[in-house]
């Protein structure tokens, strides 16, 4: 009973590495979602992204960011050339359906240190 | 745009009485659902209940439930019988109906309870 799964929990990079976030959403959920939390901060939306599709990455910085989730395997959030305001917890979430009722299901995250 | 607004201090309360967490929302959209989560210490994100917009009755989930009060726009977790596991982070979060159900959330409150 695999909920969302995440990896790695923990991350550490050098200012200007890549860091490469994996997601695997519940069992049959195709609807993937990342969030960044910020230290004493909420989550704040970055990208929705169903297979093979991104619908909506309005929150997602417009440079260095990216994010996929191919028709097999895991989500990736990619970050290219991290700085230290990149150093945050990205959560996961996944769901049966885009429907607003329907429940989000999160990862553990992965905590993100740049140092 | 959606807003959540959590504007509580860090809220303390004695073991086995009940607690009210604060929620108010801002939308003009009609269609929507509203939602608790909790976050441990350990980090990750725990569901706990969900209310529709146009649920006429009010949620409740085990010891959980959501006094909605639309017009005012609040949704306010009530936590009966507080466990020394509830100390935590929860978060209020919202999302419109429809094709894409990205959540909104706010900021959270710190809940602490004392033995």
């Known amino acids: 009973n695999a909920g969302v799964m995440q990896n790695p929990r923990h991350l550490v990079r050098r200012r200007g590495q890549e860091a490469r976030l994996r997601c695997s959403p519940m069992?049959?959920?195709?609807?993937v979602y990342w969030y960044r939390q910020l230290p004493e901060e909420g989550l704040k939306f970055m990208v929705y992204?169903?297979?093979?599709?991104?619908?909506?990455e309005s929150g997602m910085p417009k440079e260095r960011f990216s994010a996929e989730f191919p028709k097999e395997g895991p989500s990736i959030l990619r970050i290219q050339q991290v700085v230290r305001g990149d150093s945050a917890a990205y959560f996961c979430?996944?769901?049966?359906?885009?429907?607003?009722?329907?429940?989000?299901?999160f990862g553990p995250g992965t905590r993100l240190l740049v140092l | 745009a959606q807003k959540i607004t959590q504007t509580q201090p860090g809220m303390f309360v004695q073991e086995k009485e009940a607690v009210t967490l604060d929620c108010t929302y801002d939308?003009?959209?009609?269609?929507?659902?509203l939602f608790w989560y909790k976050q441990p210490s350990s980090g990750e994100m725990i569901f706990l209940i969900y209310q529709g917009s146009y649920d006429e009755q009010n949620a409740t989930e085990g010891r959980y439930s959501l006094n909605f009060q639309k017009a005012r726009k609040s949704a306010n977790l009530v936590i009966s019988a507080s466990q020394l596991g509830d100390s935590a982070m929860y978060f209020c979060?919202?999302?419109?109906?429809?094709?894409?159900?990205?959540?909104?959330f706010g900021k959270g409150i710190t809940l602490s309870v004392r033995p």
């Open positions: 992204l169903q297979k093979e599709n991104i619908i909506d």
């Open positions: 979060a919202m999302a419109l109906t429809g094709a894409n159900s990205k959540l909104t």
């Open positions: 939308t003009s959209d009609q269609s929507y659902g």
């Open positions: 979430a996944s769901s049966l359906t885009s429907a607003g009722q329907e429940t989000q299901y």
């Open positions: 069992k049959g959920h195709s609807h």
